[in-house]
């Protein structure tokens, strides 16, 4: 029985010194059918482990509705990390961060009446050693002692960032072992005293996550974790991109002096991230520290191996440093060879805003109440006769709103603006479509409400008799009339084999893009994503469909698709 411990100094492996060097893939951000490949790539860095977040919230979206298949299939993931001779690490949560939606916490959950988010809360511990348990059910029997590859279990994620309910990790370890774990548990925060203080217990295993300054790091993650093996197990080697901002970029050079640091003191790393994928469809997160920021659909995160799957400068440089102390393999993969280049025309096949329906409550109902998971809800209100124009202010728009009067548009209203208030002109309708760019998932904005919030007057009068009308984009089509304004345009393409592609969004305004029902994700005519990745997968021989859903404008009725990424990065 192959056995993985720690010591007073090292992580065992047989009893015998084992440094981990790992690499995170996210496999809900990654097609399934690139699982094997990522892998592989990774491991031709030098990798011997690869680590994984589980997101609660790809599992089970829906109260009671389970689902471990497809992207989903967690032991397949975990199955094919065996065959590749690696190890895993599995971090489970519940809450991951991650810049993913809800910090992977179900919307089922954070709404809940009187629930206590991340704390030993009767409502929320059932609801979470529930998970747990089927979580379990797929990484016990496939830990190492078992004749698996599992090596390490986290227990929550950067807790002492958030809290200090030692009762809540003491539960969660509980329902851990109880369900049959048995390698070493480990808590993850920055090195920060009072987070690691916070963060962990004595029983578990201390690591860090930080990305410079890693002999600092190091000796203050000592001064809390006096024996045993140093780690970090998140070495930020990149950084996320938000809509609005630069792309994130940090330089090979410097990231892999870091590493070097980190792997000659001894300490075991995994690399945050070795490639990161992306936010396919509306799972991407959000941060809010006073401004409300929403993560771009492109995860690449600079990372050493690129969002389409292949090598960059890092994965090199990174693979130079790992070689001075472990093996490496001879093969690396090739660089990223050119997308194919084409256009295809759309037709624009006019307004998709479904027409309102559902009952009318006094205030808008928010997308909890109505139990939508999408990304576009539909508000409509009679308006009282006045003489125009008048100010419409609402309490809180979460998170863009279009607003319209008797069917023109009169303005926009962003969060991230701050904006709550315009004029409008006198009307008989008023309709606001309200988008939710990403739920925030850091901190104790997890599992705000989504819509319209608090009150809306008119002129310093309530507004009531709402419809609210969940827009379902799986079955969304186009009116017909032709319109180049907010419009679902369509278009059809040849392809002699499935390809990976880059999608160029630069002719378009705010919207989402499916090929063959594939859900890209989102684009916005802002910085700093210009292109969507389309995984090969999602791809045929032959015919191909492209939709495009336009939320604004769009200036040209074509979809060009291009020989490479362009993710924000300056000019060369």
């Known amino acids: 029985m192959t056995t993985f411990s720690i010591g007073e100094t090292d992580f065992l492996l047989d009893g015998k010194p084992h440094q981990v060097i790992s690499g995170t893939l996210h496999y809900f951000r990654i097609h399934p059918e690139h699982w094997a490949d ?11 482990t690869i680590e994984t977040y589980v997101a609660w919230n790809a599992h089970e979206p829906v109260r009671g509705e389970w689902d471990a298949t497809g992207w989903n299939d967690l032991g397949r993931f975990l199955d094919l990390i065996a065959e590749e001779g690696l ?12 810049e993913w939606h809800n910090g992977g916490l179900p919307v089922w959950l954070t709404s809940t009446p009187g629930i206590g988010i991340r704390r030993s809360e009767p409502q929320f511990m059932e609801a979470v050693s529930q998970y747990l348990r089927r979580v379990y059910d797929i990484v016990a029997p496939r830990q190492i002692d078992r004749g698996g590859n599992v090596v390490l279990v986290q227990i929550e994620n950067e807790y ?13 370890v509980r329902v851990t072992k109880d369900a049959g774990i048995t390698v070493p548990l480990t808590t993850v925060d920055q090195p920060m005293p009072w987070m690691l203080e916070a963060g962990s217990l004595p029983e578990l295993h201390l690591t860090g996550s930080f990305g410079s300054r890693s002999e600092d790091r190091l000796a203050t993650l000592r001064e809390h974790q006096s024996t045993g093996p140093l780690m970090c197990s998140e070495f930020w080697d990149g950084w996320f991109d938000w809509w609005g901002s630069i792309h994130h970029t940090t330089d090979p050079a410097a990231s892999a002096h870091d590493l070097d640091v980190l792997l000659a003191a001894g300490a075991s790393v995994n690399i945050y991230m070795v490639h990161g994928g ?24 600079d990372a050493p191996i690129d969002e389409s799957g292949h090598p960059t400068a890092k994965f090199h440089a990174f693979r130079e440093v790992i070689a001075k102390y472990a093996p490496v393999p001879d093969l690396v993969p090739e660089p990223r060879p050119d997308a194919p280049v084409f256009e295809v025309a759309l037709s624009g096949e006019g307004e998709w805003m479904p027409a309102s329906t559902g009952p009318v409550s006094p205030t808008p109902a928010t997308f909890e109440q109505l139990a939508h998971l999408g990304p576009l809800v539909r508000y409509d209100v009679d308006l009282p006769a006045f003489s125009g124009p008048a100010a419409v202010v609402f309490d809180e728009v979460r998170d863009l709103a279009w607003v319209h009067v008797d069917g ?24 606001v479509l309200v988008e939710d760019q990403g739920r925030v998932n850091y901190a ?12 809306i007057t008119l002129n310093g009068e309530p507004l009531t008799g709402w419809t609210a009308t969940p827009i379902d984009l799986d079955t ?23 390809a990976d592609l880059f999608l160029d969004t630069t002719g378009w305004g705010k919207g989402f893009a499916f090929v063959n029902g594939f859900f890209l994700g989102r684009y916005w005519n802002t910085v700093p994503q210009n292109t969507l990745y389309v995984p090969g997968p999602a791809t045929r021989a032959g015919a191909n469909e492209i939709v495009v859903l336009e939320l604004e404008h769009a200036v040209e009725p074509v979809a060009r698709f291009v020989a490479a990424p362009s993710l924000g990065q300056l000019e060369e």
């Open 476 to 498: 969304v089509e186009g009116a017909g009339t032709g319109s180049m304004g907010r419009a679902f345009l369509r278009g059809s393409f040849d392809l002699d084999a499935p």
């Open 444 to 455: 104790d904005r997890l599992g705000e409400a989504k819509g319209l919030i608090g009150a």
């Open 160 to 172: 002492g960032a958030y809290g200090s309910d030692k009762d809540y990790l003491r539960e969660l």
């Open 408 to 431: 023109t548009p009169v303005g926009r209203l962003s969060r991230a603006l701050h904006e709550r208030a315009l004029t409008i002109p006198a009307g008989s309708r008023l309709t």
């Open 278 to 301: 992306t936010n396919f469809g509306t799972t991407n997160g959000a941060n809010d520290k006073g401004r409300y920021d929403p993560i771009v659909t492109s995860y690449d995160y």
């Open 38 to 48: 990522r892998i592989r790539t990774a491991k031709a860095m030098g990798l011997n």
């Open 87 to 98: 190890h895993a690490i599995v971090r489970p949560g519940p809450y991951i961060c991650a």
